[in-house]
């Protein structure tokens, strides 16, 4: 059975860093893009970043890029993203997403419970 | 970025009608990756239908998946107690993976 577990949220001050884990179980990890999406209170999905199942591509959304870095440790089976330069609107609850395939052209057919993150003074 | 626009935004409907949803992108979706998704308050996304057409594993057959290029929809037949939910199609043709704003399928 599949299982993605993710961790590392909270709340955090405008400006500050926060690092998310997802721990994935029940499939062979490194044959598969893995992605972030995160949802906003009240609002629709929003696509953050993936990496591909080697790690040896990534991307990111404009609204993202330059202050978050996706990584993945294959040999620990799990998936990470660095958050840095917080703001308000960074507030959601972050899930990560199992890709069908290893490349990133994929529907997310496996998703994590979330976890959220609140930047706040 | 591929804009994806869904409508109608609310559906109000009956246990054991049919539901139409449908969504419009900005610009062709080749290859037809493009995929539903269902979600409940306080879960995560579910796949339900993916390159436009095709049912995700334990899918039931009443969700069925159509359209190509611009133009797709999701229809629900004999629609279920558990089917109300909000619907999402998302395209994976290009990044930015763009999600629609969700259709709300609720018992009238």
């Known amino acids: 059975e599949v299982q993605l577990l993710e961790s590392g949220g909270g709340v955090i001050q405008p400006g500050g860093s926060l690092r998310l884990s997802c721990a994935a179980s029940g499939f062979t990890f490194s044959s598969y893009a893995m992605s972030w999406v995160r949802q906003a209170p009240g609002k629709g999905p929003e696509w953050v970043s993936v990496i591909s199942g080697s790690g040896g591509g990534t991307d990111y959304a404009d609204s993202v890029g330059g202050r978050f870095t996706i990584s993945r440790d294959n040999s620990q089976n799990t998936l990470y993203l660095q958050m840095n330069s917080l703001r308000a609107e960074d507030t959601a609850v972050y899930f990560c997403?199992?890709?069908?395939?290893?490349?990133?052209?994929?529907?997310?057919?496996?998703w994590g419970q979330g976890t959220l993150v609140t930047v706040s003074s | 970025d591929i804009v994806l626009t869904q409508y109608p935004g609310t559906l109000s409907l009956s246990p054991g009608e049919r539901a139409t949803l449908s969504c419009r992108a900005s610009?062709?979706?080749?290859?037809?990756?493009l995929a539903w998704y269902q979600q409940k308050p306080g879960r995560a996304p579910r796949l339900l239908i993916y390159g436009a057409s095709s049912r995700a594993t334990g899918i039931p057959d009443r969700f069925s998946g159509s359209g190509s290029g611009t133009d797709f929809s999701l229809t629900i037949n004999r629609l279920e107690p558990e089917d109300f939910a909000v619907y999402y199609c998302?395209?994976?043709?290009?990044?930015?993976?763009?999600f629609g704003p969700g259709t709300k399928v609720h018992i009238k």
């Open positions: 610009q062709g979706v080749s290859s037809s990756y």
């Open positions: 998302q395209q994976y043709d290009s990044s930015p993976f763009t």
């Open positions: 997403a199992k890709g069908a395939k290893s490349n990133y052209y994929n529907q997310f057919d496996y």
